[in-house]
Nanobody, 123 residues
Framework: QVELVESGGGSVQTGGSLRLSCVAS?????MAWFRQAPGKEREAVAA????????FYANSVRGRFAVSQDNAKNTLYLQMNTLKPDDTAMYYC???????????????????WGQGTQVTVSS
């Protein structure tokens, strides 16, 4: 069982930045950030293989967002720059403890989820 606690959400204006954090209670092979806007399906944002540090991004955020980790603190980060109103959503941290390569942005592979942190970007 892995517990995930997100923080760092808030309200910013277009072009601003935020950094989200996710503290995990245990080890996970793959961790990711997802988001869900009102009336829309949850979508993947970014993922990382924690052993290698290999990262993956959705096309909509590549070049603006950066996922990273601090293994000593069991913490996952999402640095979000050049934020747009379309980035407004609840952001969720997810973890998969199974050692499976492939499909790092596939929602179905993740078996642990945080409660979410709200990000609101105003124009």
């Amino acid at each position: 069982q892995v517990e995930l606690v997100e923080s760092g959400g808030g309200s910013v204006q277009t072009g601003g930045s935020l950094r989200l954090s996710c503290v995990a209670s245990g080890y996970s092979f793959c961790m990711a950030w997802f988001r869900q806007a009102p009336g829309k399906e949850r979508e993947a944002v970014a993922a990382i293989y924690t052993d290698s540090g290999t990262t993956f991004y959705a096309n909509s955020v590549r070049g603006r967002f950066a996922v990273s980790q601090d293994n000593a603190k069991n913490t996952l980060y999402l640095q979000m720059n050049t934020l747009k109103p379309d980035d407004t959503a609840m952001y969720y941290c997810a973890a998969d403890s199974s050692r499976r390569y492939g499909y790092p942005l596939l929602e179905g592979r993740f078996n642990y989820w945080g409660q979410g942190t709200q990000v609101t970007v105003s124009s």
